[in-house]
């Protein structure tokens, strides 16, 4: 709970900072955010290129309108979601053509809620990541997405078996408290 | 990301944990296994732009000067040739749908066209709802863009409650333009650029 509290407020005060201007905070959001922001701009828009431009125009818009966050009117994460979702949402009306690849096909087999709760899910939990240390980060990334066993992450990472065991149970731990929100 | 499944977690973690603490890594594992993979970021995503990028600054000398002018001309226009800006003569032509941005998610407007002129001058009402009231000295300006920047004003605007309806005439060709915005000016934030309220794509 310490850990999202802490989580929580840190955003918030980077957004704040980035409000008046601070280019240092505006970074650090960057660094945590980007990923989660692409990955929801693929899995809406289904198509990288337009993903990557609405990542920008998300990062665009928070530039602009950090000023307007009030901390006490939700979340920092609920309010970058926000946005984040608004941006891409005008990505989507700005053209329509065929998007150049298929968007993800699990999302159409679920219901507008469900998606929208996955959504919220996966972008609490790709946030979350990016707040581990990246050692930890990483060996969690190849456990659960590379399809590589323990063994060959320890190759690929040229530690021991044991240190990859360690950092993934270490991983699984912190973002346990950065998800306790999510898990309720 | 790959087909192949990641191994249980007893395997990931290893043996000897303790129950109270296995349940909860558990439920992190259960998430982890529901949620795609995080995407990586391409290398023109590696950093935010150096800039980030902000609507065009709208009142700079110059552009002051060109929208006093410009106001003068309107302002001969409407009453000194009697257009048909305002009243209940409107004839519209075309209706363009504005959508609030983030700034004012819950503002919309339509802006309402009517044929030009035999000068070239045609009337343009906008129609807005959901904007708020600026501090005193505040006000609204619709402008179009050209290239992500600043290109002509069309007039400015203040709020009070509800509905919204202004009228000027403008000379421009829109299909020389992009975009419509509607952008707030504070006073006494006169070094920040304008926050852009509502957009709407010019498409002919």
């Given at each position: 709970?310490?850990?999202?509290?802490?989580?929580?407020?840190?955003?918030?005060?980077?957004?704040?900072?980035?409000?008046?201007?601070?280019?240092?905070?505006?970074?650090?959001?960057?660094?945590r955010?980007?990923?989660?922001?692409?990955?929801?701009?693929?899995?809406?828009?289904?198509?990288?290129?337009r993903?990557?431009?609405?990542?920008?125009?998300?990062?665009?818009?928070?530039?602009?309108?950090?000023?307007?966050?009030?901390?006490?009117?939700?979340?920092?994460?609920?309010?970058?979601?926000?946005?984040?979702?608004?941006?891409?949402?005008?990505?989507?009306?700005?053209?329509?053509?065929?998007?150049?690849?298929?968007?993800?096909?699990?999302?159409?087999?679920?219901?507008?809620?469900?998606?929208?709760?996955l959504?919220w899910?996966?972008?609490?939990?790709?946030s979350?990541?990016?707040?581990?240390?990246?050692r930890?980060?990483?060996?969690?990334?190849?456990?659960?997405?590379?399809?590589l066993?323990?063994?060959?992450?320890?190759?690929?990472?040229?530690?021991?078996?044991?240190?990859?065991?360690?950092?993934?149970?270490a991983?699984?731990?912190?973002?346990?408290?950065?998800?306790?929100?999510?898990?309720? | 990301?790959?087909?192949r499944?990641?191994?249980?977690l007893?395997?990931?973690?290893?043996?000897?944990?303790?129950?109270?603490e296995l349940?909860?890594?558990?439920?992190v594992?259960?998430?982890?296994?529901?949620?795609?993979?995080?995407?990586?970021?391409?290398?023109?995503?590696?950093?935010?732009?150096?800039e980030?990028?902000r609507?065009?600054?709208?009142?700079?000398?110059?552009?002051?000067?060109?929208?006093?002018?410009?106001?003068?001309?309107?302002?001969?226009?409407?009453?000194?040739?009697?257009?048909?800006?305002?009243?209940?003569?409107?004839s519209?032509?075309?209706?363009?749908?504005?959508?609030?941005?983030?700034?004012?998610?819950?503002?919309?407007?339509?802006?309402?066209?009517?044929?030009p002129?035999?000068?070239?001058?045609?009337?343009?009402?906008?129609?807005?709802?959901?904007?708020?009231p600026?501090?005193?000295?505040?006000?609204?300006?619709?402008?179009?863009?050209?290239?992500?920047?600043?290109a002509?004003t069309?007039?400015?605007?203040?709020?009070?409650?509800?509905?919204?309806?202004?009228?000027?005439?403008?000379?421009?060709?829109?299909?020389?333009?992009?975009?419509?915005?509607?952008?707030?000016?504070?006073?006494?934030?006169?070094?920040?650029?304008?926050?852009?309220?509502?957009?709407?794509?010019?498409?002919?």
């Amino acid at each position: 709970m310490a850990l999202l509290a802490m989580a929580t407020e840190d955003d918030a005060a980077l957004i704040q900072r980035t409000g008046l201007g601070d280019r240092d905070a505006f970074e650090e959001l960057y660094r945590r955010f980007a990923r989660p922001v692409l990955g929801m701009a693929i899995r809406q828009l289904g198509d990288n290129g337009r993903a990557e431009d609405a990542t920008q125009e998300t990062f665009t818009a928070i530039w602009r309108s950090a000023r307007s966050y009030k901390p006490e009117r939700g979340s920092a994460s609920a309010w970058l979601y926000a946005v984040a979702r608004h941006a891409i949402i005008d990505r989507a009306r700005q053209r329509v053509e065929p998007a150049a690849e298929a968007p993800d096909e699990a999302s159409r087999d679920i219901g507008p809620d469900e998606h929208a709760e996955l959504s919220w899910l996966a972008w609490r939990v790709h946030s979350a990541l990016q707040r581990l240390p990246e050692r930890e980060r990483a060996v969690l990334e190849l456990a659960y997405w590379s399809g590589l066993s323990q063994s060959e992450i320890a190759s690929y990472l040229d530690v021991p078996l044991g240190t990859v065991k360690t950092r993934t149970r270490a991983g699984l731990a912190r973002l346990a408290g950065l998800l306790e929100e999510v898990r309720r | 990301m790959s087909e192949r499944r990641p191994a249980d977690l007893n395997e990931l973690v290893g043996d000897g944990i303790p129950e109270a603490e296995l349940a909860e890594l558990r439920r992190v594992d259960a998430l982890l296994r529901t949620v795609p993979a995080p995407p990586e970021l391409p290398d023109n995503l590696s950093a935010p732009v150096r800039e980030a990028p902000r609507p065009a600054r709208l009142w700079t000398p110059r552009r002051a000067l060109a929208a006093v002018a410009f106001a003068a001309v309107l302002s001969a226009l409407f009453f000194g040739l009697g257009t048909r800006v305002g009243g209940d003569g409107f004839s519209e032509r075309y209706a363009v749908p504005m959508q609030g941005t983030f700034e004012a998610p819950a503002a919309s407007a339509v802006i309402r066209l009517g044929d030009p002129d035999a000068d070239g001058n045609r009337p343009v009402r906008l129609e807005a709802t959901g904007l708020e009231p600026l501090p005193d000295g505040g006000y609204y300006v619709l402008w179009l863009e050209k290239d992500d920047e600043y290109a002509g004003t069309c007039g400015t605007f203040a709020v009070a409650e509800g509905e919204t309806r202004a009228e000027w005439t403008v000379s421009y060709n829109l299909a020389d333009y992009d975009a419509w915005v509607v952008s707030a000016r504070v006073p006494g934030d006169e070094a920040a650029d304008a926050p852009r309220i509502l957009e709407a794509e010019i498409s002919f």
